[in-house]
């Protein structure tokens, strides 16, 4: 079983940037489809996006399509999500998860069997 660490966690200004990376072990993330879900106090956990195994399909919650990036390095055996145009908003923590191959739907936690520790990103002024 894939086993992950997030890291990049931070607090930024509104409008700021910031890196999330998920590094994995115990598997090559190549061969699976990576997500990142946050929560935020009081809330839900809400998918933010994934990207799938071998042919690298991303998918982006509507919310956050034109400011996120999720990107794959199979070299570093890492996940990253690129995070722009931060607003208060997203503040929240954010984890990583795993699922081998591909998933039914990629917005469901339940697809997935491993998960991070989880990294904070707090966006406040």
């Known amino acids: 079983q894939l086993e992950l660490v997030e890291s990049g966690g931070a607090v930024v200004q509104p409008g700021g940037s910031l890196t999330l990376s998920c590094a994995a072990s115990?598997?090559?993330?190549?061969?699976?489809?990576i997500a990142w879900f946050r929560q935020a106090p009081g809330k839900e956990r809400e998918a933010v996006s994934a990207i799938s195994g071998r042919g690298g399909l991303t998918y982006y919650a509507a919310s956050m399509r034109d400011r996120f990036t999720i990107s794959r390095d199979n070299a570093k055996n890492t996940v990253h999500l690129r995070m722009d145009s931060l607003k208060p908003e997203d503040t929240a923590i954010y984890y990583c998860?795993?699922?081998?191959?591909?998933?039914?739907?990629?917005?469901?936690?339940?697809?997935?069997?491993?998960w991070g520790q989880g990294t904070q990103v707090t966006v406040s002024s």
């Open positions: 115990k598997g090559a993330v190549d061969d699976y489809t």
């Open positions: 998860a795993a699922a081998i191959g591909r998933v039914g739907s990629w917005k469901f936690s339940s697809e997935y069997d491993s």
